[in-house]
């Protein structure tokens, strides 16, 4: 039984960074290509940011520059460092495989960018 678990969200200024938390249990997570995904409201979810096991990373063009995923397989754990954070980057959060067969999704974790 596959669990996420996101944390990390909150309520930033422009311009402002946080740094999000994911945690998978039951999974064979150090084999698997993580992501980040977010959703807005009345929008898509979207894939924003992969790493594979061996930390190879890819960005959307909206965050490139700005947001930097991480990982660490032992403790099955998946990061994501939001710098310069905008208005446009409020969503709720979710971490997941990034392959072709997502697991059960989590939570999420809600980041509000506003003054």
């Known amino acids: 039984q596959v669990q996420l678990v996101e944390s990390g969200g909150g309520l930033v200024q422009p311009g402002g960074s946080l740094r999000l938390s994911c945690t998978a249990s039951g999974t064979m997570f150090s084999i698997r290509v993580m992501g980040w995904y977010r959703q807005a409201p009345g929008k898509q979810r979207e894939l924003v940011a992969t790493?594979?096991?061996?930390?190879?990373?890819n960005y959307s063009d909206s965050v490139k520059g700005r947001f930097t995923i991480s990982r660490d397989n032992s403790k099955k754990m998946v990061y994501l460092q939001m710098n310069g954070l905008k208005p446009e980057d409020t969503a709720v959060y979710y971490c997941n495989n990034a392959g072709t067969t997502n697991w059960p999704w989590g939570p999420g974790t809600q980041v509000t960018v506003s003054s």
């Open positions: 790493i594979t096991n061996f930390g190879s990373t």
